[in-house]
């Protein structure tokens, strides 16, 4: 009997409604897999208005990451350390005591994310370290403040990782680098101009009672609850939940997905995805090449200013001069991303920027001129940060499944906050004003990643050489194969 009839009653006119509903969603099914009606410039528009739409609350939720974590430095020389009593041991624990929970919260946060979908969970993380950071502008013993950094390590872990993720499901492989590079450019550009923000809120000194560093803290960490509260408005769904999507439009990018990576729905992370994918040992491989890159920028990042210092630049000087290679280093990202999507070649890119690091190294040692070693520090810049981008493509382009793109981002972006402990340890006071350990040691890491980098290159073209004599698919996707 018709499962329809099984009640015997049932009215003619319903039966038919759920036939025809039936049909419809069949219809919808087949029309996924039939090639787009778009024309070139509709893609581009439609293209346009995915970016509109995914990257802009994204990039700025990032650089508010960026701002918030190394205004420490800034509110350190204007009264923090008196105040709290902090020596030079007491400071270097409540920067070190921020990176266990940022690396610790990366894989659980996209697991959270993948549940609840961005729109709803970055932006909580936002209010909630904004909440953590003005609690630190009213701290009055080191101890509080330590924990509070630990705090803010942890929730402030699952931003990128969450934003790498979430543009890595919009974006076919192709397309990836470019909009990674873009959300992390605007990170970029927050670190350059963090100086002289802090120099503005710093000069509120003596108001109402606080002082400078107390202000920083306060209203920074005010603004960032702020755009935490609102960016439930602009923070994009995942695409299979996305409404604004039209139906044409909708078939044109599942047909994309489908074919690029064989994933458009976003899959949820649980633990057969976090055991499969943590079991690979090139994840591994490319964990320890991020960590490295991350160690480097953060010891660029924490230690230009007293290098060109020992250059025989005034303090404000060296403060002023310590921003003009992170602009130099938004040049690179866009030349390098533009040539790692139209070509593919991301290990390539990632090799060449690691090269641009270890000259840049090289000439900073003590025998070069101050010109000559300032000009290293910019070359520095530019390599290691357009790497960080460079390296997150290479990885998100190799894994396949969207719950295994989430886990690896995750661990991967772990690795970087170990990175980022070796970063604040490589630059000794004792060194100084030369240096000349630090550099080495920095000049070892990248000579490191360069190798490692050669290594991956290899595995994978192994892979798919083999993947091309058998005529077999890559993880059961038709014409897979590896991002070289």
């Not at 090639?35 to 990257?55: C, G, N």
């Not at 920067?95 to 894989?107: E, K, S």
């Not at 001069?321 to 390539?348: E, V």
């Not at 360069?450 to 595995?459: D, E, N, R, S, T």
Request: net charge positive.
């Amino acid at each position: 009997m018709d499962p329809l009839d099984v009640e015997g009653n049932i009215n003619i006119n319903g039966k038919e409604e759920l036939i025809a509903t039936h049909r419809e969603q069949l219809v919808e099914d087949e029309k996924k897999h039939e090639e787009p009606t778009l024309t070139r410039s509709q893609i581009r528009r439609f293209m346009w208005k995915v970016d509109a739409h995914v990257l802009p609350m994204l990039g700025l939720i990032y650089a508010i990451s960026i701002l918030d974590r190394i205004n420490i430095g800034s509110a350190k020389v204007l009264g923090m350390q008196e105040d709290l009593n902090l020596g030079t041991q007491r400071y270097s624990i409540v920067l070190l005591i921020y990176f266990p929970g940022y690396a610790l919260a990366d894989v659980p946060s996209n697991w959270i994310l993948t549940k609840i979908e961005p729109r709803w969970w970055l932006p909580f993380l936002t209010v909630a370290w904004g909440a953590v950071l003005t609690g630190m502008g009213f701290v009055h013993n080191w101890g509080i403040l330590a924990f509070l950094r630990l705090l803010l390590g942890t929730l402030e872990g699952g931003i990128l990782p969450g934003i790498t993720f979430t543009i890595a499901c919009w974006y076919s492989r192709g397309e990836l680098h470019k909009r990674i590079a873009f959300a992390y450019g605007i990170g970029i550009i927050a670190s350059g101009l963090a100086g002289i923000l802090s120099f503005g809120l710093g000069s509120l000194g003596g108001k109402r009672g606080m002082n400078g560093w107390q202000w920083i803290f306060s209203i920074e960490g005010g603004a960032t609850m702020a755009i935490g509260l609102i960016a439930p408005l602009f923070v994009p769904r995942f695409p299979d939940h996305t409404k604004w999507i039209k139906p044409d439009e909708r078939v044109y990018l599942y047909n994309k997905l489908e074919r690029d990576r064989g994933d458009y729905k976003t899959g949820k992370v649980g633990w057969s995805a976090f055991l499969h994918t943590s079991r690979d040992w090139t994840l591994w491989a490319q964990g320890t090449i991020y960590c490295f890159n991350v160690g480097t920028a953060n010891a660029i990042g924490f230690f230009t200013p007293t290098i060109i210092k020992g250059l025989g630049y005034s303090g404000l000087e060296a403060s002023l001069r310590s921003g003009y290679p992170f602009f130099a280093a938004l040049g690179m990202i866009a030349i390098t991303s533009y040539i790692s999507d139209k070509y593919q070649k991301r290990a390539i890119i990632c090799i060449f920027n690691s090269i641009v690091m270890i000259t840049g190294f090289s000439i900073m040692r003590q025998g070069f001129s101050n010109h000559v070693r300032y000009f290293g520090i910019f070359l520095a810049t530019m390599g290691v940060h357009s790497n960080t981008p460079a390296l997150l493509a290479f990885n998100q382009s190799n894994v396949i499944d969207s719950a295994q793109r989430a886990v690896s981002s995750g661990i991967l972006i772990g690795c970087g906050a170990i990175g980022g402990i070796i970063g604040s340890l490589i630059f000794r006071g004792q060194d100084a004003p030369t240096y000349g350990p630090g550099i080495y040691t920095t000049i070892g890491l990248t000579t490191y990643m360069v190798l490692g980098l050669i290594f991956m290159v290899w595995i994978y073209h192994k892979r798919n050489k083999a993947a091309d004599r058998s005529g077999t698919d890559i993880a059961g996707v038709p014409g897979f194969r590896y991002a070289l």
